[in-house]
């Protein structure tokens, strides 16, 4: 039996894993491995669905995008129409992957995930009352949206990766002739406004308890980015609100046959740090739950 | 029993860290949501080593003291300190030391009740090896369920086990026996009379005066963000008021009316003959009851019926406000105040 005094030690460290025999052992990064791990079947899923996406669209382009038909088919189509759908360069292997995966099929997938995940993170929990039991125990509020936005990110990163490993093992058989080092930069880009969007979404659940403002606020990064991007296209009077879509920020450059702007990349990367140490700071001021 | 003697053990221990002090003191706690002023300028200290209840109607603002002590809201004005320090710039090293259970307990429901345990020993003091189980065992929970398939009882068990099992030397507890039934009540003031001996303290609320009574030795009476009273449950029970229902035979309404308008403490009373030819006496019975079963022990009762006092009738009754007064309090409360 341990005598008090040594319990006393223990208990004065917060560390009663380390005596060895007597206290239930402690996870290292608790909040981060909860926020990681109890999304694992919804990041499953998500990443199943991005897989049936890629095999759908991408082994469609011999007979889509690089038939002579289909590009009649383009043609024909009102100017505004096709740039509004991306697909003026529909008839590169880059320009379809693009077009169909990393600004339609997959941009909605991975924007509903990181916006869903954002906007549960904090805003979601809070108005579920889990928030308030979660803060009353040894953590600050600063560790809690750290941690639950690292962990949002790295689920964010895996899509990615995943994004990457699909396309480049598509490639080959749907003859895309695609250049690596763009995929990767174009992976960058699509995890970036995914993360910016995530970000927004954490920071207005954040600042209002409720999930439903994290996902009006995350949407409104997405949808209304694609929206400002699809009527900027229109017209050169209206392309100054291509400034105001991060939509356009990754893809109106065709980051895919041309690479990366890395303006954009660090507007998005550092945009979504910012909004973290806001919501860290934003948590850190509110009261919880009421 | 094992549960027992880990209480003792964490007991010891919690005597020599220092039983001197207090455990909370608020003082001219005040806050304010909105325009609605849900605390003003309460103030209470709490002893270390005793078991402190807070009652009063819902929104009287119980909740809103346990969460600022928690700093999980922030008061407007005034402070309050726990465990020797302040609440408002204590960090998660105050947090390890106390216990809370929620009023409005949320739990995940997609894991099962162990893993969910795990995760909150993660993030709060340590735990015993074992002490998890034990006192699962105790309130007959089953841990290997998923949280969601959980009877509300058996949720707030999970809310108290997850409250108790790192032994906290304070334990901030929101209405602990709501849901609970009447056996795993007694067992949850059962456990609150063991920490209690082993030198912990609790804080406890609730709407419930005979719970209160039981467990706490001092109770304070919240209503509408104030602090009515503070007194201990001595105090307490000889100003509760209980209602009383009698029947009795071979007496007249009117002999019987004037046995009992004679005792100390006795208002509201009819009596009247009932069908059967017996007489009822119904009334409000406010302090000792001795007299009252002496003036009726040479009778033929019947039927007696002597309720439980209950806290919106009595405590709140006898504090409310003047305009308050006229509420519907009990059938007829007569000139008494």
Known sequence: MTTATERRHADSRGDGASTGREYVRRAPVPIFGKAFTDGWRALIGWAVGFGVAAFLYLPLFPSMGASADMQKLVDTMPAALVKSLNYDQIGTGSGYTQATIFGLIGFVLISIASIGWGAAALGGDEESGQLELTLAHGVTRVEVAVQRFAAMALKIVLIAVLAFVLVLILDGPAELKLNVAYLVQTCILFGGLALLCGSAAMLCGALSGRRVWGIGGGAFVAVGGYVFNAIGNQSADLEWLHAFSPYHWAYGNYPLTNGADWTSVLAFYGGSVLAGAATALALRRRDIGV | MSHVDTTHRSGRQHHQAGAAGNAIEVVELSKRFGRTRALREVSFTVPRGGVFGVIGPNGAGKTTIMRALLDIIRPTSGRATVLGEDSRNAGPELRRRIGFLPGELSLE?????????????????????????????????????????????????????????????????????????????????????????????????????????????????????????????????????????????????????????????????????????????????????????????????????????????????????????ASPVGPERGGRP
Not at chain 2, 167 to 193: A, H, I, R, Y
Not at chain 2, 283 to 309: C, H
């Open chain 2, 109 to 325: 429901g997609r894991i099962t009740g162990r893993r969910l345990l795990q995760h909150y020993a993660d993030i709060s003091g340590p735990v015993p090896r074992g002490h998890i189980d034990e006192l699962a065992e105790r309130f007959h929970l089953d841990l290997d369920s998923h949280v969601r398939t959980l009877s509300r009882g058996n949720k707030q068990k999970l809310g108290l086990v997850q409250a108790f099992m790192h032994n906290p030397e304070l334990l901030v507890l929101d209405e602990p026996t709501s849901g609970l039934d009447p056996l795993m009540q007694q067992e949850f003031l059962s456990l609150v009379k063991e920490v209690r001996a082993g030198g912990q303290t609790v804080f406890l609320s609730s709407h419930v005066i005979s719970e209160v009574q039981q467990a706490a030795d001092v109770v304070a009476i919240l209503r509408d963000g104030q602090v009515v009273t503070v007194a201990g449950v001595e105090q307490l029970r000889q100003t509760a008021v209980r209602h009383l229902r009698m029947t009795a035979t071979g007496i007249p309404p009117a002999e019987l009316a004037e046995r009992l308008e004679r005792l100390d403490g006795v208002g509201g009373l009819v009596c009247r003959s009932l069908a059967s030819g017996a007489t009822e006496a119904v009334a409000t019975l406010e302090g000792a009851i001795r007299p009252f079963i002496q003036a009726v022990s040479t009778l033929a009762v019947t039927d007696l019926v002597l309720e439980e006092p209950d806290l919106e009738e009595s405590v709140l009754g006898l504090y409310s406000a003047p305009a308050a007064s």
